[in-house]
């Protein structure tokens, strides 16, 4: 059961309560894609959502509706219930995308569905199938901690890269977190 004190004190945690701007990890990589986040009038899912500032961020730039997603866990709960009420957004407790979707933000989350399945074309090809416009995807490289840790056979930037130019017209590389150089974020536009 997520009590009222689990709520406050996920949001004091993550947010400054002033200028409800992110703090921690969600403020850096916000740092390197706010300004790719067109939103005005389209569709928008977080696919990896944890606890839901995105999708609250798209609803206040003027996005029709905005779809967070994730697994079931805490945090989950935690931002359905922090963002209750906010006009047009919804959280799913599965982690895939219903529909289609103008803006699709998929961070901190590939190496995870590479652990589930651990085929870089079927990823890529089903995160392609439900994005309109734009997805802004974020994933360590194989110098990442993590990715070393889990020791993930297979894994491999250039591969990911590969196949995202296999499914969009463009990619871009648009930068790396404060927090590690061995992340990166990537602009892919169909």
Request: proline letters at 3%.
């Amino acid at each position: 059961m997520i009590t009222q004190k689990d709520i406050d004190d996920t949001y004091f945690q993550h947010f400054d309560l002033k200028t409800k701007k992110p703090k921690s990890h969600t403020a850096d990589k916000w740092d390197v894609i706010k300004k790719y986040f067109d939103v005005k009038g389209k569709t928008f899912a977080d696919f990896g959502c944890d606890k839901g500032w995105y999708c609250w961020k798209a609803s206040g730039l003027g996005a029709l509706e905005a779809h967070g997603c994730d697994r079931p866990c805490p945090s989950l709960k935690i931002a359905q219930e922090l963002w209750r009420g906010t006009q047009g957004v919804w959280f799913y407790d599965k982690l895939e995308l219903g529909s289609t979707y103008d803006l699709v933000l998929c961070l901190s989350v590939y190496h995870y569905l590479y652990m589930d399945n651990p085929n870089h074309q079927e990823i890529v090809k089903d995160l392609a199938s439900h994005i309109i416009e734009t997805l802004i995807i974020e994933f360590p490289t194989e110098n990442d901690s993590v990715v070393k840790r889990i020791k993930l056979k297979g894994y491999s930037k250039d591969k990911i890269v590969h196949e995202l130019q296999r499914y969009f017209t463009k990619i871009e590389f648009i930068g790396h977190p404060k927090y590690s150089k061995d992340r990166e974020f990537w602009k892919c536009t169909k």
